[in-house]
């Protein structure tokens, strides 16, 4: 057995590698996101274990961060179109100005988003291993994830779906650079992104 990392972190390495979408810049531009300028978090939530008052949580914390950081942060949130997440999350969401609602994303629009996020909050699984590929702290937002192994290294942090835990971890991010930079700088055990050349290498000298 030869362990190689996950090649999905290979291909978000080399789209990421490219310039951002003109739709993704517009997107940037017209909310004030970079260096300099707002921060950028990245939000999924759409799990079937996660609706009713647990998507209502998710939605109040997220409230509760864009006011708190009203004039330094923004909010993106690609909302899944089941009506079961659509419904609460534009009734308690839409309409707060740091926070932008979208349709789901392709892959290359939702790459190009993580990469200039500063702090991902999710649900989601794959988007657990790309946050890791790019650096970005994760709080995944369940009791458990099928990815153990990021939670041990410290690339994850499983926070649930209680506002009060959501936002006290975001906020320790956001404003504590030693927490933040432990985070960020740990090892990604999901691959380095050059899992390819790792699988062509074992293949040419088995």
């Avoid at 030869?2 to 590698?17: E, F, Y």
């Avoid at 004030?32 to 759409?46: D, F, M, P, R, S």
């Avoid at 419904?87 to 892959?107: A, C, K, M, Q, S």
Wanted: net charge negative.
């Amino acid at each position: 057995i030869k362990v190689t990392g996950n090649p999905a972190i290979d291909a978000l390495r080399i789209i990421t590698s490219y310039p951002a979408p003109p739709d993704v810049q517009v997107l940037f531009d017209q909310n004030q996101i970079g260096e300099n300028q707002k921060k950028l978090i990245l939000v999924t939530a759409h799990r079937r274990e996660n609706f009713g008052q647990p998507i209502i949580d998710i939605c109040t914390a997220l409230k509760t961060l864009a006011e708190r950081y009203k004039n330094t942060v923004h909010i993106i949130y690609p909302v899944h179109l089941n009506p079961n997440i659509q419904e609460p999350v534009y009734r308690l969401l839409g309409g707060i100005e740091n926070i932008t609602l979208l349709p789901p994303l392709d892959y290359l629009p939702m790459a190009h988003l993580l990469k200039q996020a500063v702090l991902v909050l999710t649900d989601s699984g794959g988007i657990q291993e790309e946050a890791a590929g790019l650096h970005k702290p994760a709080l995944v937002m369940r009791e458990v994830t099928e990815r153990p192994e990021g939670v041990k290294a410290g690339v994850l942090r499983l926070v649930g779906t209680d506002p009060e835990r959501i936002v006290s971890n975001a906020v320790e991010l956001l404003e504590n650079h030693i927490v933040y930079e432990q985070m960020a700088n740990s090892k990604n055990p999901f691959g380095d992104g050059y899992a390819a050349e790792k699988i062509i290498d074992a293949l040419v000298n088995v």
